[in-house]
């Protein structure tokens, strides 16, 4: 048994819950911000058998990882006029940042 | 030093903190949402000793485990006349899923 | 590779986490609240390699270690003229409870 702790923006969170879901795998969600991202972020804890670490870590890629967007010039920037930018920019979004912790013991109630 | 993950439904969250505070059990409790659950649950973190581990188990079976209720036919369902169920069913509440962790080392400062 | 789970008065949260962006140490921050303690906490969870924990250990230290602080008259009671205190009184503010947990795998994706 695994801890997965995935920390993961809030944009990918629902496409994820979803997911696991649909595989059957248990998680819970903690509200979470993040140190270093301007976005809000979503603290996934999901305990699983040993084998079915990687199949999660899959799904966990497949709906969060890491990638360019093109994002529309208005909203580029905060409004500040001298910081507009009259064209479409590519932004990086998503990505999980993800822990596997070891469990010494599990227990349902 | 162990640390106790254990997340409960709200509906026991509250007995479960003052039975921790009665035994002098130092808790930290984290607002979560559980992918199955409909109904919002809350995770405490426990950081305890090895010793201390199976009598904060008890404390948490006994106020969270799951078991059977009653429940009143007006708020059983979400007010569709179709699904509305004329007499008290009897649903499943509680429950608590509950990972015990290794801690390599802890500090007070 | 570990994940430090340091809990710390909503007080000393802020200073934390700028300190922690100035030293470039990638940190999530959980909206938590305590069993014993009456205000807020915040629950930090840092991944990071194993070289650089006693140095974040020591900025958690710097940052939100337990000490004493002068309160005015006025704001150390709820407003209950029997409990009103006339003179400044000397609290116990900050603090941090630190958990160090093996991590067995790490990925980012
Ligand atoms: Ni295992
Ligand atoms: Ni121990
Ligand atoms: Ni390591």
Known sequence: M????AVVQDKD?????????????RATKLA?????????????IIGIEDERVDPVLNLIRENCKSRQQMMAPMSSMGGNADSY??????????GATVFILPVERFEQF
């Open 2 to 5: 695994k801890l997965i702790v």
């Open 32 to 44: 979470s911000t993040g140190g270093f991202l301007k976005a809000g972020n979503t603290t996934f």
């Open 85 to 94: 930018i009259p064209y479409p920019v590519e932004v990086q979004v998503g």
């Open 13 to 25: 969170s629902n496409r994820l819950s979803q997911a696991l879901v649909r595989e059957n795998v």
